[in-house]
């Protein structure tokens, strides 16, 4: 697949995100980096450039910050404007705490990242793309947009809230050009367990024991796959899951977690 536009990616410093410039630096992109570690940006940029010979501009923000974000995107160069596809991938999870004892500082975090930034980027990006009668929002929902599990209402809260955005926002861009899809994975082994369980890892690795899970390699591909499909054909959203995943709280496991 080739792709020869300028691709925007929120949260490239890790996991899915980092995979997705990959996969677009691999097909000939060119890249506009975010996430809030500037040095893994860097470390990511000087890789594409040396492996593709891609272009990167590099922009260091948290999404959560409103201002940081307007003012990142409004202030890209001329040459780095022109957003093709938005790939709203920045976001996490916060504990598994039941409701009544949830830690409300974590709730915070996954409402303010995964609802409210992703509307600030696309919000920041999405009125040239009307402009200019063409571009793409690809947005990471999950399985969690379609399903609640224990534990999970809020991070579950969240990507409803993604998959509902998502469809207002076709509707909202209909005639424009612009087109609108989700990709919504099921377990994918990135840095998310290990960041919703505050860098406890051993927790982290029980969450993908004894079970294959998806690589963030196989959710790019996917993304760029959506985005490379011909003007006039819209992927709306795609589920995508493990083998070894057959529902959000149901897998299959050769063994038995400790
Ligand atoms: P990772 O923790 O590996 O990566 C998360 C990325 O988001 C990092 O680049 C991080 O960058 C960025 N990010 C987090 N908070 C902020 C913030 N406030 N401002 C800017 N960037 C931020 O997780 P994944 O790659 O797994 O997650 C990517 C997306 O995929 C998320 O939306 C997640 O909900 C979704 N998803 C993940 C699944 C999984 O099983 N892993 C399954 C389904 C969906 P930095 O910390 O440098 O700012
Ligand atoms: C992240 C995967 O199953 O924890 O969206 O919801 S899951």
């Known amino acids: 697949m080739s792709f020869s536009g300028t691709v925007l990616i929120t949260g490239a410093t890790a996991g899915i995100g980092e995979a997705c410039a990959r996969a677009f630096a691999a097909a000939g992109a060119r890249l506009v980096l975010t996430g809030r570690r500037r040095e893994r940006l860097q470390a990511l940029a000087d890789e594409l450039r040396q492996a593709h010979g891609t272009e990167t501009h590099l922009l260091a923000f948290d999404v959560r910050d409103r201002e940081a974000v ?64 063409r571009g793409h929002v690809i947005n990471l929902g999950s399985v969690a947009g379609h399903e609640v599990y224990p534990g999970g209402a809020v991070y579950c809260a969240t990507k409803h809230a993604v998959g509902a955005i ?77 083998t070894d995943q057959a529902s959000a709280t149901l897998v299959h496991r050769s063994e038995t977690p400790a």
């Open 70 to 133: 307007f003012a990142a995107v409004g202030g890209l160069p001329p040459e780095w404007a022109a957003i093709d596809v938005l790939v709203n991938n920045a976001g996490l999870g916060r504990g598994m705490d039941k409701v009544q004892a949830g830690d409300v500082d974590g709730w915070d975090e996954m409402v303010d990242t995964n609802v409210k930034g992703l509307l600030y980027a696309t919000r920041a990006v999405m009125p040239g793309m009307v402009e200019r009668g």
């Open 166 to 242: 998502t469809r207002g926002l076709r509707m909202d861009l209909l005639g424009t050009g612009v087109r609108v899809s989700t990709v919504d994975p099921g377990m994918v082994e990135t840095e998310f367990s290990v960041v919703r369980f505050h860098g406890d890892r051993d927790r982290a690795d029980k969450v993908y024991r004894g079970m294959t899970p998806l690589t963030p390699a196989d959710i790019a591909e996917t993304v760029l796959w959506v985005a490379t499909r011909p003007p006039h054909v819209n992927i709306d959203e795609i589920i995508i899951k493990p």
